[in-house]
């Protein structure tokens, strides 16, 4: 490829509140069409505005949490434009005034992507077509919608789709929304544009041509519904642009939606320049002021974000980053994970040894069973940590039954089977199931003398030195102790016994 790739997200976030932006409407869409509507959410004429505090609390919490600089004195401006889904024929939103601008998120340890912008407006109604008509709801008219503008600095399909992953994250963690694309909670626009190397520079947020080059123009990308799409609708973009300006055809500025089917990006129109939407300050709402109180009670309730988490669980635990990355992913289960890691710690110092000495030992465990234990059974049972039905303490003594032999690797599948299925105490199943270790006692030595027995041949051949046969002879016993006993200490043991 001879371009340099250019990327900026526009992403819009339904916001979970329990009424509409500006009426006491409930902010529900599922409900039968249209009941939840009101003369102000329908655009009636004389009918007045008013914002809702929450939806401007959880968009101040979201560009304090991005690092963000706070407008506090800020508006609401009317954005005029005409669609079927669109009653008042203008949408509230913000234009120079936005409540948060200048912000950062990261998206690993040493990559952050820079925020234009973080500002708040209303959703539209929604439409759907049929062969003779089409049809309003006019439900989600009026729900507050958060939307996120990126600086045009992310290179390629797949950073642009971590972007997402991370900020979806996040407005998670923050309890802003569930964002869930398929659902349409989130919804991700991006700008591509392709550029000769050394005919373009980023200066005070914006691309520019150097001196006497020509830039090629941005198309938007719309009608992104999953993380999958974000990054295919991306791909297609930088090649068909790219084998354009190979062949010297020019790129009209336009906006495009991407297909799912056909896999490709189609032109839906020329792209609208600001001046097209007549933009001017909402006179039916007064200019907001957010005092210091106000704003030193919403950062209060910043919390920890994802890459932070994650970071802090690789070094104060000792996870591997990857897996440390994959437990933040989900606030609840970076919970679980650190409390398992504070059981397993007292449990540890209770038992007279020290966790610095055998912390290596049970963070491999624990790491075994949250991310590739745990995840399996999400997968199989299309579950998630939301649905979990023991507790970490439950699972922090299965790691410690296993850590002290009590019970072998197969044994600990079984219990940590029974205990997803239907919760429960590790021990306690354990001995209903009876599948305690047989480790080294007379029972064992029991069942390894009547092993040695059955088989006279192959322990004479192993007396004689044909080693080769310990793995028969440990078979024979594993079997005949029905699973139950060590195989760690097992050779050492039947040596014992052939040689006593
Ligand atoms: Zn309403």
């Known amino acids: 490829m001879n371009y340099d790739v250019i990327i900026g997200l526009e992403i819009h976030t339904e916001v979970k509140t329990a009424s509409k932006m500006f009426c006491s409407c409930a902010n529900r869409f599922d409900d039968p069409a249209n009941t939840n509507t009101c003369p102000i959410c329908l655009g009636h004429p004389g009918t007045l505005p008013l914002p809702n505090k929450s939806a401007i609390e959880k968009c101040l919490l979201l560009g304090l949490a991005l690092n963000c600089q706070i407008n506090q004195h800020s508006k609401f401006d009317r954005k005029n434009y005409f669609y079927p889904d669109l009653p008042k024929g203008y949408q509230i939103s913000q234009y120079d005034l936005p409540f948060c601008h200048h912000g950062r998120l990261a998206i690993s340890p040493d990559r952050h992507i820079d925020i234009t912008r973080i500002h708040l407006e209303e959703d539209t109604g929604k439409l759907s077509h049929s062969s003779s008509y089409s049809a309003i709801d006019f439900n989600r008219a009026g729900a507050p919608l958060i939307e996120l503008v990126t600086e045009p600095v992310l290179v390629n399909a797949a950073e642009a789709k971590h972007f997402c992953q991370h900020f979806q994250q996040t407005l998670?963690?923050?309890?802003?929304?569930?964002?869930?694309?398929?659902?349409?909670?989130?919804?991700?626009?991006?700008?591509?544009?392709?550029?000769?190397?050394?005919?373009?520079?980023?200066?005070?947020?914006?691309?520019?041509?150097?001196?006497?080059?020509?830039?090629?123009?941005?198309?938007?990308?719309?009608?992104?519904?999953?993380?999958?799409?974000l990054e295919k609708a991306i791909n297609f973009e930088i090649e068909r642009q790219s084998k354009a300006l190979d062949q010297k055809q020019h790129i009209s500025p336009e906006t495009r939606g991407w297909n799912d089917q056909t896999n490709t990006?189609?032109?839906?129109?020329?792209?609208?320049?600001?001046?097209?939407?007549?933009?001017?300050?909402?006179?039916?709402?007064?200019?907001?002021?957010?005092?210091?109180?106000?704003?030193?009670?919403?950062?209060?309730?910043?919390?920890?974000?994802?890459?932070?988490?994650?970071?802090?669980?690789?070094?104060?635990?000792?996870?591997?980053?990857?897996?440390?990355?994959?437990?933040?992913?989900?606030?609840?289960?970076?919970?679980?994970?650190?409390?398992?890691?504070?059981?397993?710690?007292?449990?540890?110092?209770?038992?007279?040894?020290?966790?610095?000495?055998?912390?290596?030992?049970?963070?491999?465990?624990?790491?075994?069973?949250?991310?590739?234990?745990?995840?399996?059974?999400?997968?199989?049972?299309?579950?998630?940590?939301?649905?979990?039905?023991?507790?970490?303490?439950?699972?922090?003594?299965?790691?410690?039954?296993?850590?002290?032999?009590?019970?072998?690797?197969?044994?600990?599948?079984?219990?940590?089977?029974?205990?997803?299925?239907?919760?429960?105490?590790?021990?306690?199943?354990?001995?209903?199931?009876?599948?305690?270790?047989?480790?080294?006692?007379?029972?064992?030595?029991?069942?390894?003398?009547?092993?040695?027995?059955?088989?006279?041949?192959?322990?004479?051949?192993?007396?004689?030195?044909?080693?080769?046969?310990?793995?028969?002879?440990?078979?024979?016993?594993?079997?005949?102790?029905?699973?139950?006993?060590?195989?760690?200490?097992?050779?050492?043991?039947?040596?014992?016994?052939?040689?006593?």
């Open 172 to 229: 998670r963690y923050l309890q802003i929304s569930d964002a869930d694309m398929e659902k349409g909670q989130m919804r991700c626009e991006a700008n591509v544009s392709l550029q000769i190397p050394g005919s373009w520079l980023y200066e005070d947020g914006q691309i520019k041509a150097t001196s006497d080059q020509q830039l090629n123009a941005k198309v938007e990308v719309k009608n992104i519904n999953s993380f999958k799409a």
């Open 265 to 500: 990006t189609v032109s839906q129109r020329v792209k609208e320049t600001q001046a097209d939407y007549r933009y001017f300050p909402e006179p039916d709402i007064p200019a907001l002021i957010i005092d210091e109180t106000w704003l030193t009670e919403i950062k209060n309730q910043v919390v920890e974000l994802p890459q932070a988490k994650a970071a802090r669980l690789a070094s104060e635990y000792g996870f591997s980053r990857a897996d440390a990355e994959l437990l933040a992913s989900d606030t609840l289960l970076a919970n679980f994970a650190e409390e398992l890691m504070s059981e397993l710690y007292e449990w540890i110092n209770s038992t007279g040894d020290t966790w610095e000495r055998q912390k290596n030992t049970l963070v491999k465990l624990a790491s075994g069973w949250l991310t590739t234990e745990l995840f399996k059974h999400f997968k199989i049972n299309n579950e998630s940590i939301t649905d979990i039905r023991f507790t970490a303490e439950n699972l922090a003594e299965l790691i410690s039954l296993l850590y002290q032999d009590k019970i072998n690797s197969s044994a600990a599948q079984i219990i940590f089977n029974q205990m997803y299925q239907v919760g429960g105490d590790p021990s306690q199943i354990m001995i209903d199931l009876n599948l305690e270790q047989l480790d080294n006692d007379e029972a064992l030595s029991e069942i390894i003398r009547s092993v040695l027995a059955e088989h006279p041949e192959q322990s004479s051949a192993f007396k004689a030195g044909k080693t080769t046969l310990m793995n028969f002879l440990v078979g024979k016993v594993m079997a005949a102790s029905g699973g139950k006993a060590n195989p760690k200490t097992l050779p050492d043991l039947i040596t014992k016994i052939i040689n006593s």
